[in-house]
């Protein structure tokens, strides 16, 4: 049944798309234009070849929901891997970890968030000015490891232009029921001359936070009694008491996140220079995970209990030695930026970034130090902007540009799954666009080498991708657009060099040494349109992987642990999203405005089976109403079940998401606005089937937001 929905509705999508010129309109109003910057042609977003997403800071600020990645997790196309409010990774058409970079002005994040689920990204979303998302085809100049996309968080500490009067900043502070939350951040921004100065601080911090039942779900709670787990009366009584403290919160997800930045820039009429220094502080608790100690004078009753996910502090008093987990993060970041324009050249502008990171991570096991992680690391990118000139009966623009990159890794301690190893890389990338008004055409290449190195082994790769699009524009303010590419990704130290427990996959993972590059051939179909107020955009995709790459599950065991083996398979991924805004109803002097979002994709083995961690069929809608100061909305977000699920994967049950606020504008004039937010008011169980922990850890139960930001 919900292929034949699938189907429907990439039909009428597709319908909609090729009948733009119906629903277009001369004349219609046009909106400031917003420059898609993460893009080397720095076309505007109306214009952009491929489904991409800007989210401004107003947009960051009403959808704030813990790391970055659950804050743009609302938008088509894209979910998070939540590991509780702390680390989260984004994914994109089904696709994660080192599928999808995250780059912060341009540049790596320079982190350790891509080698595993619970290691958080040194990136928070209040210190963004925006947030520009890339899907598929269109992160082509990033290289194989945005095989899915680019998530670039653009957080203004470079300043790029002058300040708007003497000095300019921004406040925000935020409170939250659910897990007893603050957030505050601050920015300043002075000038003095031709150089401009930023400094700004986020400061984040929550307790364990709420959740509507049982921390386990109900499907993995039956297995693990039809497995047998409680074979005794003690093993009833002990489990039972389990249960119970891990119903109505999830233990161990506090956290605890603070950073500071400084940044100066020389402004000048046709570019600028400017330098930043970043420090990042965090400490947060590992939900769903507990170490058990070797020395534990109760071993038998410790291994019969193993399975069980949720055992806590009140294990110690039945003589078991569990400690929960918890990682201490630190790093610091420096970069450079800059940007020259008007050249007169064959180069009519330049722009240049570099990011120089020193990562390091600490997961204790209770007071105990476990496993050190860490990641020296710097990138290089450079883009040159060819001066557009007239060719045949078009105009033409083009970018080149190279970037070079160092990962030192390295991890210390008993569950060190990956050996330390060295990742060099460097790309040059060609782009091309003729423009020809009704229509036009854009094409890309990328060359990449991708060396990975360990102590015993060094593997090399070479990868080649290259995309070519056309687009047209059939009616005012339409624009449709075809994009064909063929994208190659190296392998990773971990897919390649996994020995070892995973604790947080709750997996014991081996790689494989012998791993060839993973290729995908892609097909997009995408669309924008506006009539009046009403936008439209979506877009239909498809893409055949060969070698695709993934840790499948052996029916073994190790460590007590399910062995997951790295290799490659053939496989398929195919969906759409798409969003519909617009108002519904106008009065004298309010309005009520709509959207609708919808995105759905299929990860299909070709041999048989399905891709795990696979997101379900999801639609949202949301009416606001705006009056005079006010603005009144409710948003309904709807799951379907996710039961196309691979081998050893549990499904995932369907859930429905309420929210409802208030924001209160009419001080605007004295820089205030004011937000009140009821989330999940029905109290609903949802887990996130993209999650490595969706059997134990729910999203945040019913939970009151209330937040105030001044501008001065």
């Not at 969706?694 to 999203?699: A, T």
């Amino acid at each position: 049944m919900r292929h034949l929905l699938a189907t429907t509705v990439l039909s009428s999508t597709a319908l909609v798309a090729l009948s733009v010129p119906t629903f277009a309109q001369d004349g219609d109003p046009v909106e400031d234009v917003i420059v898609v910057t993460t893009s080397p042609l720095g076309v505007s977003l109306d214009e952009a070849v491929g489904f991409v997403d800007v989210v401004d800071q107003d947009h960051i600020e009403e959808h704030l929901s813990g790391s970055i990645a659950d804050t743009i997790a609302h938008e088509p196309g894209v979910s998070t891997t939540f590991f509780g409010p702390a680390a989260s990774r984004p994914v994109i058409r089904g696709l994660g970890a080192d599928r999808v970079r995250i780059l912060v002005n341009g540049v790596d994040s320079i982190d350790a968030s891509s080698n595993s689920p619970d290691h958080a990204v040194a990136s928070e979303a209040l210190e963004a000015e925006r947030v520009e998302i890339l899907r598929g085809p269109a992160a082509i100049a990033y290289g194989g490891g945005a095989i899915g996309g680019v998530v670039n968080v653009i957080d203004g500490r470079i300043p790029e232009g002058p300040v708007d009067g003497v000095v300019d900043g921004r406040l925000y502070a935020q409170t939250t029921s659910v897990d007893e939350g603050e957030n505050l951040a601050g920015r300043v921004r002075f000038g003095a001359g031709n150089f401009v100065f930023n400094f700004d601080g986020v400061y984040r911090d929550g307790d364990d936070y709420e959740i509507p039942g049982f921390a386990e779900s109900e499907i993995a709670r039956l297995l693990e009694e039809a497995e047998g787990d409680h074979d005794d009366d003690h093993d009833d009584d002990h489990d039972h008491e389990d249960e119970e403290e891990a119903y109505g919160t999830v233990e161990n997800s506090r956290y605890r996140f603070e950073t500071f930045s400084g940044g100066m820039s020389w402004i000048g009429e046709n570019g600028f220079f400017g330098v930043s220094y970043k420090t990042t502080e965090a400490n947060y608790g590992v939900p769903g995970h507990h170490h058990h100690h070797e020395e534990d004078e109760h071993d038998d009753d410790h291994d019969d209990d193993h399975d069980d996910d949720h055992e806590d502090d009140h294990d110690d008093e039945h003589g078991e030695e569990e400690e929960l987990v918890s990682i201490d993060l630190e790093q610091t970041r420096y970069d450079i930026r800059g940007e020259m324009r008007n050249l007169g050249g064959t180069f009519d502008r330049v722009k240049f970034a570099a990011g120089f990171g020193d990562y390091e991570h600490t997961e204790f096991e209770g007071d105990e130090t476990g496993t050190i992680f860490s990641n020296e690391g710097w990138e290089v990118r450079v883009e040159g902007g060819l001066a557009e000139r007239e060719f045949q009966g078009g105009v033409l623009d083009g970018a080149a540009g190279l970037q070079v990159s160092s990962r030192d890794f390295a991890a210390i301690g008993e569950e060190a799954f990956v050996p330390a190893s060295v990742t060099d890389e460097w790309g040059a990338f060609l782009l091309q666009r003729w423009d020809q008004g009704q229509w036009g055409l854009e094409g890309g290449l990328r060359y990449g080498s991708h060396d990975v190195e360990t102590a015993s082994i060094t593997r090399d790769f070479e990868t080649i991708s290259a995309s070519g699009s056309v687009f047209f524009r059939p009616a005012d303010n339409a624009f449709v657009s075809v994009t064909l590419a063929h994208a190659e990704r190296a392998p990773t130290d971990v897919e390649l060099f996994a020995e070892g427990p995973h604790i947080a996959t709750n997996s014991f993972e081996v790689g494989d040494a012998n791993l060839d590059t993973e290729s995908a051939l892609s097909l997009e179909l995408s669309a924008r349109f506006r009539r009046g107020d009403w936008t439209f955009e979506g877009a239909i995709f498809t893409a055949e992987y060969d070698g695709f790459i993934e840790a499948f599950a052996t029916g073994e065991e190790e460590d007590e642990l399910p062995v997951f083996e790295y290799r490659q398979e053939d496989a398929s991924l195919s969906g759409f999203e798409g969003r519909i805004t617009g108002p519904v109803y106008a009065g004298d002097g309010w309005v009520v405005n709509s959207e609708l979002t919808a995105e759905y994709v299929n990860g299909e083995l070709d041999g048989g089976g399905n891709l795990p961690r696979i997101p379900p069929l999801t639609l949202s809608g949301g009416l606001e109403l705006e009056l005079t100061d006010h603005a009144f909305g409710v948003d309904v977000t709807w799951a379907d079940v996710q039961d196309e699920v691979s081998e050893f994967e549990n499904k995932t049950q369907s859930y429905v998401l309420v929210d409802a606020g208030w924001t209160y504008s009419g001080l605007a004039d004295h820089g205030l606005r004011f937000i009140l937010q009821g989330r999940n008011l029905t109290d609903e169980e949802a887990r996130v089937h993209a999650s490595f922990l969706k059997d134990q850890l729910p999203l945040p139960g019913r939970n009151v937001r209330a937040a105030v930001i001044f501008d001065f």
